[in-house]
Every structure is written in structure tokens, then in C-alpha cells.
């Protein structure tokens, strides 16, 4: 590292103090103003903007610029323009104006509308957000954007955020005004976004088309060892990963990007990186940053990142736990409980609004987190189930209690903490132990929602929070608006105790992960909407259109194209997993079966030949176990191709999102377990991919080819030769000596 960490943070990022050092005093508050306020930027100060940043952007070797966004395909889009505007014969200047900055043009019709646009209604606009810093990537100025049609509607992830962001500080600015704290002009939302992800040797990345085309593996014998262990949980972190760690941090520091915790996760291959808190929006933005560095400073390693919720089966998958806070513009944080949270009121209206958001929207919260690879981890003892509870530990629940039941709450005070030893520190016990099992826990002054998956933008988790717990609050401060004194202490005390009793339900305590839960939960009548296409019809449902629609978050129109993309999305998801699988057991793992069996005859063969009455059981009995498991698996693969075919052929994606989840996948999931069967009969190397002991242990899949079957030039530019193409060289030997028996029969088919 040439720089200080100081020196190196924020390098890339036209930030705060590159404003102010470039910008004139008058144009610098009028962007203050409309980045604190949200008042609007007029064309003169944007003209003046877009100079200085484009002299700070060619500084730091700046090229092009683009209206970085988030369409509703999950990822950012970015389209590069030069700087460069020619002015005569030979002669040119680098140009960006104040309209540059503010207003972009990207074609709509190529990006998912759900219906909203036609494809050849083309037009579409990216609005620069002055609340997220522009930034240097490679080559090129980023400017962080929203994105919608030319009817204005929303094509974006960002857009409903911003959205959201407004709406949630209305409503909690109101609310604190009636309590007497009329120095606040702004709440903001605040989240700190925890990645989990896994990191795998390229080269047995690129063997494996299922890793290339789902981003999960489709098949896979588990490995002797697991994550039993408990041995990879905040373990030694491997040199190879270290450095991968290092300049990651590099990369994401000098983007501004506060990236403060890493270690390795619960299961092998497994780790996660922990940024600190942000405004909501910013945390979004850097977090599909960090998503993308960690592709890109992982390939530069020899890696591949896996961002899947589920790449492998058996062990833990990968989540992004949503650390969620409101705050001030004055620095208070309105969860945090204080010493007495009894005593708190202000805190308490927050916490009971959060709870009645939780409970009255949970099924949206489920909807937030829903997506084909979501499935797979939600409720598999790794992750919180599908159904949506709150956890407030204990010290909390015991106030809720005595707030429902209007008894007196007597604290336990600060505990010590005395681990025995005198040589250890002593340390102040937190109110609440944390509640990995809760899909929804608060962990001290703040809550955490463990639902979203690792490869999810978090602006949708984040827009149904900040609409949700606005609505709640919305709702108190028509109940205590115009109050005082007295008369307001005992509206706050009324509408505490009948929030805390009408909501009870949503809180739980205890172990998620129980199947015992599960039934309490249905005895509570709290949603269990264990799949994609059983949770998404209730993003349309009318008490949710006219939540979002109240609040001006989404239209109704806005909100069917969202249902219908998602829909889509997931059919699609699964029907490329159902095609992949076809393709990689029909192309490469039946031959490789074929071959293996083959040789197996030809060694019992030999051995019968060489010596006259010599057993041959142990290959008798290995061949008529794989040919029955080869059976299986080929008249299985013929019910899939059925089944694609008829999914192929519906209109209708709830239809075809439901056919998928009930019937394909667990289709797919019968031809896994056979296919799983068989690999571990087979020889590695004569499997057409890396297995789970390559891709979870090693670093290098093929470290050692000589002890491989195959020789070195078999492996052109990483490409492998299955042992069925070598099968056919066999034969072909063969066919060309058996006449003369010139070769003993052994020799076509000792191993190359």
C-alpha cells in the first residue's frame, strides 16, 4: 500500500471535501442544501458542479463518464460517454456539462419493465442523486443515478428507495416534532450490510457449467468433511485469501467505501466482509460496489467469488444480513434504548411502530427477500425460516410486558461481566444476548433482518422498512398530533400498551430453527411463505397497493410491473438450472459413467484373459450398481425434458413460476441425489468436474496434474477432455489392431 489508509480513503470519490475545495461558496451550500434537504438543484449550480468534477475526474485519469443505475435486473447498468467534443480539423476539447450531469437518455425498451414499456418505446431517463458521491471506476466518472420511463414511471431500484427514504423521515420528523424536538429537520435511515460469499479456485470454476450458467452447483457428492467441525468460523485466514482480503480493501477504501470487518464464515470456502453504517441509499450503492469488486479482485487472485445464496448443498449458504437504524440529523439514534429503557418513551413510539410494521407487513419483508436462490437457504437451520418474527431479547420483552399489563418494570442495571481469571478484564453486560435463529432481531440499537440473500440488492428490503415502519408512524402521530402534556403522556401510554397487545405475535424469543415454532407460528396466524411464487401474489394485494400507493413509494402501476418481473425472473432462474442439468448429464456426466463402466468390463475382461477362472465380483458388483444408477438417471433426465417442454409452453409466469417450484425442482432434485450416488462409485478423474473435496479444500484444483489421468496437452487454455472422447480413441486403437492382435488386448485401454 503506497498511501496511508487516511490518504487512500475516498481518493476516488468526489466527495464532501473535494466539493468544497472546488466548488464556489455560493454553488457549494446550494448543493449542501439540496443533499441535507432535498430541495431542488437548480442548472446553474449543476453547470458549476459538472466543471469541477469533471477537472477532479481528468486529474485522476478520467476518460468517460456515465449515469451509473440500478435496473430491475439486480445489478447496475452503466453506458460510457467521452469527454471528448471535437472543435475544428484535428482538434479537440474534453467538455461536461451541467445537463450531462443532471440528465442522461439510455434505451428503456431492453431493460425490464414488467409491461411498462413497449419494446419500441425507447426512451428512458437516469436522474443524477446528489445524496450519493460520484466516483472513479477504471477509467470512467460514475454517477450514481435513478432511472425511469419517459411517463415518469420507476425502472429502478433507486428510485422507490429515495422514495421510501422521504416518506419514513416525513412521518418520523412529525412524530418527534409532537415530542417536543422541533430542531430536527431530517431522519435518516441507516444500514450496515454484512456479505457473506464464497470464494473458489478459477480454474474449477470454469469446469463446472453449472457454476458458469446458475451460479450453484446442480450436483455433488459431499466431501468426507463438511462444516461438522467448526473449524472455519473466524479461523486462520489462508495467505492466498488474505491477499485477495487486502486488496479488496484497497479497492473499496479508496471508493469510499467503509469495509471494516472480514473473517471466515461457518462453512469451508465461506467468509464475509462488514462495512460500517451509512445513509441507506449510499450503503446500497457501495454495497453492489463491493458485490462487483469482489468479482473483479478475486479473478486478478486465481479465485472466483460466489455470490449465490446456495452454491453448494450441505453446508451453509451465504446471506446479507440488514443492519437497519433510524438517526437524526442532529446524531441521535432513535433505537437506541439508553440505560433505561423503560423510561424512554421516544425510544419506545420507534420501537412499537417497528413492531407494528413487522407484523402488519410481514408478508411483505417475506416478498423483500424473495428470489430462486433465496429458496434454497430460508428455513434450512442456517437461516431464519420463511416466516417473519421479531426478537427483542430479554431485558425488552420483559418491558413490553409491563407496558401491556400496566405493572411496574424494575431494571436489572448494568451487569459485570467476570469471566473468573484476575488478569482478564472486567466489562459491562449488554441488555440483549443476539438471536442468530430470528429473521428479524434487535441487537442493541438497531435492528437486524437475516432474511435477504447474498447475492440481493438491499434497496428492496430497505423500501419495504422504511414504507412500513412510515405508515406506523403515520398512524401515531394522528393519534398524539396537537397534544400536550398530560393529555399527550397518556395518549403515548394508551397507544403503547394497544400497539404492544395488538402485535404481540410477531415477537419471539426463541429458537427459529424449531419445527415447533413453525406450529406456534401457524397457531399465531403469522404468514409461512416458504416460496417465490407462493409469496409474490402478496405484493398486489390491495392492503399493500394501498400502503406503498399512500405513501407515493410506488404506483399501482408500478408495483404489477414489479410482480410480474419478479415472476418472470424466478421461472426464468429455475428453467436455465433445468437446461443446464439436462445439458451436463446428458454431454458429460453419462459418458464419463459410460467410460468408467467400460473400463470396468475391459479390466475384468483382461483379468478373466490373463487368468483363467479369476474372479471378477468386485467389478461385477460396481458395474450393475452404476448401470442401475445409470438407468435411473437416464429415465429421469426424459421426465425433465417432459416437464421443460411443458413449462416452455406457459403463458402465464405464475403459473409457470409455480410449476417450476412444485414439480421441476423436485424433479431436478431426484436426478441430483442419483447423480450424487453415482460420483461417489466413479474415480475422480474421470468425473467431467471438479468435485466438492476440489472446490471446497483446494485452492488449486489441478495443482498436481501429473498424477492426473489425462497428460498436460489435454488441458489446452483449461479446457478438460472428457474421458469419453477418450473412450473413442480406445476404441479406435483397438479396431486397428484386433485383426492381427499385433497388441495384447490390454493395452487399449491402459490408462493414458
Not at 440500478?70 to 475544428?88: C, V, Y
Not at 405475535?505 to 406450529?519: K, S
Not at 429455475?574 to 464419463?592: G, N, R, W
Not at 478373466?608 to 458395474?623: H, S, Y
Request: hydrophobic share 40%; glycine share 6%; aromatic share 10%.
Amino acid at each position: 500500500m503506497s498511501k496511508s489508509i487516511p490518504e487512500l480513503y475516498g481518493s476516488l470519490v468526489f466527495n464532501d471535501s473535494e466539493m468544497k475545495a472546488r466548488l464556489p461558496k455560493d454553488i457549494y451550500k446550494a448543493l449542501a442544501k439540496t443533499i441535507n434537504s432535498g430541495s431542488h438543484l437548480e442548472l446553474d449550480v449543476a453547470n458549476s458542479v459538472a466543471v469541477a468534477m469533471k477537472e477532479w475526474a481528468l486529474e485522476h485519469g478520467a476518460t468517460h463518464f456515465t449515469h451509473w443505475f440500478q435496473p430491475m435486473t439486480g445489478i447496475t447498468a452503466e453506458k460510457h460517454d467521452s469527454f471528448l467534443s471535437p472543435t475544428g480539423v484535428g482538434e479537440a476539447i474534453m467538455e461536461f456539462s451541467g445537463k450531462e450531469l443532471v440528465k442522461g437518455e439510455p434505451d428503456a425498451s431492453s431493460f425490464p419493465s414488467g409491461g411498462l414499456r413497449a419494446t419500441f418505446e425507447a426512451r428512458g431517463y437516469t436522474a443524477w442523486d446528489p445524496t450519493s458521491f460520484a466516483f472513479i471506476k477504471g477509467h470512467t466518472l460514475c454517477i450514481p443515478t435513478a432511472f425511469c420511463s419517459y411517463s415518469g414511471e420507476a425502472l429502478d431500484k433507486k428510485t422507490p428507495l429515495l422514495r421510501s427514504m422521504e416518506a419514513v423521515s416525513k412521518e418520523a420528523t412529525h412524530l418527534l416534532h409532537i415530542l417536543g424536538k422541533t430542531d430536527v429537520k431530517r431522519v435518516n435511515t441507516t444500514v450496515g450490510a454484512e456479505q457473506e460469499y464464497f470464494l473458489v479456485d478459477k480454474e474449477c470454476y470454469r469446469l463446472r457449467k453449472d457454476l458458469i450458467f446458475c451460479r450453484r452447483t446442480l450436483f455433488g457428492a459431499p466431501a468426507p468433511k463438511g462444516q461438522e467441525m467448526d473449524d472455519h468460523y473466524f479461523g486462520s485466514i489462508k495467505p492466498r485469501v488474505e491477499a485477495f482480503m487486502e486488496e479488496l480493501n484497497e479497492e473499496l477504501w479508496k471508493l469510499g467505501i467503509p469495509a471494516k470487518t472480514e473473517h471466515n464464515e461457518v462453512a469451508p470456502a465461506q467468509h464475509e466482509l462488514a462495512p460500517v453504517f451509512e445513509t441507506v441509499n449510499v450503503a446500497v450503492d457501495h454495497n453492489q460496489l463491493v458485490m462487483e469488486m469482489m468479482k473483479k479482485v478475486a479473478d486478478r487472485h486465481g479465485l472466483a467469488c460466489l455470490l449465490h445464496e446456495k452454491p453448494f448443498e450441505g453446508i451453509n449458504g451465504s446471506g446479507k444480513h440488514n443492519n437497519w437504524a433510524l438517526s437524526t440529523d442532529t446524531g441521535e439514534n432513535l433505537l437506541n434504548p439508553g440505560k433505561t429503557p423503560a423510561e424512554n418513551t421516544q425510544f419506545l413510539l420507534f420501537l412499537a411502530a417497528v413492531v407494528e410494521a413487522v407484523d402488519d407487513y410481514a408478508d411483505l419483508l417475506r416478498i423483500s427477500v424473495a428470489t430462486a436462490g433465496n429458496d434454497h437457504r430460508l428455513g434450512a437451520n442456517e437461516a431464519p425460516p420463511a416466516v417473519v418474527s421479531l426478537f427483542l431479547g430479554e431485558e425488552l420483552e420483559t418491558v413490553v410486558d409491563s407496558i401491556k399489563s400496566e405493572t411496574y418494570f424494575e431494571g436489572k442495571g448494568a451487569v459485570q461481566m467476570s469471566i473468573g481469571p484476575k488478569v482478564l478484564p472486567h466489562f459491562t453486560k449488554d441488555n440483549t444476548d443476539r438471536n442468530r435463529t430470528s429473521p428479524f432481531a434487535f441487537t442493541g440499537n438497531k435492528f437486524e433482518f437475516r432474511m435477504p440473500g447474498s447475492s440481493l440488492s438491499l434497496s428492496g428490503p430497505n423500501v419495504i422498512l422504511n414504507t412500513a415502519v412510515a405508515e406506523s408512524l403515520a398512524g401515531f402521530c394522528k393519534v398524539l398530533d396537537g397534544l400536550t402534556g398530560s393529555e399527550l403522556d397518556l395518549a403515548i401510554h394508551k397507544l403503547l400498551k394497544d400497539t404492544f397487545t395488538d402485535h404481540a405475535r410477531i415477537i419471539f424469543n426463541g429458537n427459529g430453527y424449531t419445527d415447533e415454532w413453525l406450529a406456534e407460528a401457524k397457531k399465531r396466524g403469522l404468514p409461512n411463505l416458504k416460496s417465490t411464487p407462493e409469496a409474490l401474489p402478496h405484493l398486489i394485494a390491495e392492503k399493500n397497493i394501498e400502503l406503498f400507493t399512500k405513501h407515493h413509494v410506488l404506483t399501482k402501476e408500478e408495483l404489477f410491473s414489479r410482480y410480474e418481473i419478479l415472476l418472470e425472473d424466478y421461472a426464468k432462474t429455475i428453467h436455465i438450472e433445468a437446461k443446464t442439468m439436462e445439458e451436463m448429464v446428458q454431454k458429460d456426466f453419462l459418458p464419463s459413467l459410460f467410460s468408467y463402466v467400460n473400463d470396468l468390463a475391459c479390466t475384468g475382461s483382461t483379468k478373466k484373459e490373463l487368468v483363467p477362472g479369476i474372479t471378477t465380483k468386485a467389478e461385477e458388483k460396481l458395474i450393475t450398481k452404476l448401470s442401475g444408477l445409470a438407468d435411473t438417471i437416464s429415465d429421469e433426465l426424459d421426465i425433465l425434458k417432459d416437464m421443460i417442454g411443458t413449462a416452455e409452453g406457459m403463458d402465464d409466469y405464475l403459473k409457470a413460476g409455480t410449476y417450476y417450484h412444485d414439480t421441476i425442482l423436485a424433479e431436478m432434485e431426484t436426478i441430483r441425489l442419483a447423480v450424487n450416488d453415482a460420483e461417489v462409485l466413479i474415480p475422480e478423474d474421470y468425473l467431467p468436474y471438479p468435485t466438492y473435496d476440489a472446490l471446497l479444500f483446494t485452492f488449486n484444483c489441478f495443482a498436481h496434474r501429473e498424477d492426473r489421468r489425462l497428460p498436460e496437452k489435454f488441458w489446452a487454455g483449461g479446457l478438460f477432455v472428457s474421458h469419453f472422447t477418450m473412450c473413442h480413441l480406445h476404441l479406435k486403437l483397438l479396431q486397428s489392431f484386433s485383426a492381427s492382435r499385433s497388441y495384447p488386448l490390454w493395452h487399449c485401454f491402459m490408462k493414458v
